[in-house]
């Protein structure tokens, strides 16, 4: 992965089992987090039994989702293992996409693998 960023963002450290954000928590600052090292597993949680569970490894953005969504996040995010990340703000993300088209790509692949996925569940319940 070779990305020129022109805002680095801040440089993140979680410990394996930290949560990097949860649902019904405002979208904060930062709000989506490129990984360095590490994975993360993001759960959106339908109902206690059932729930979907997205996993992104290095070199992958997280928390894209409810950026553009807009409102509270409705997922949460939990560091798998010690996770190495750069931090940005939805501005951040932008400039940095529209610098780097790979950045860009790199978003749609990662919200066309979420949506492929959660298109399967249902198909899956109908």
Known sequence: ???TLIEKGRA????SGDLLY???YSVGDPCVFL???GEIEVVRKYNPIQKEV????KGELVGLL???TGGARVTDAVAKSDVRALGFSRQEVERNMAHDLKLALMAIRSLSRMLRQA?????TLA
């Open 35 to 37: 990984l360095l090292e």
């Open 66 to 68: 409810e950026v553009y």
């Open 119 to 123: 298109n399967d569940r249902i198909k």
């Open 1 to 3: 992965m070779s990305l």
């Open 54 to 57: 997205f996993r992104f490894g």
């Open 22 to 24: 949860q649902s019904d």
């Open 12 to 15: 993140l450290t979680y410990m």
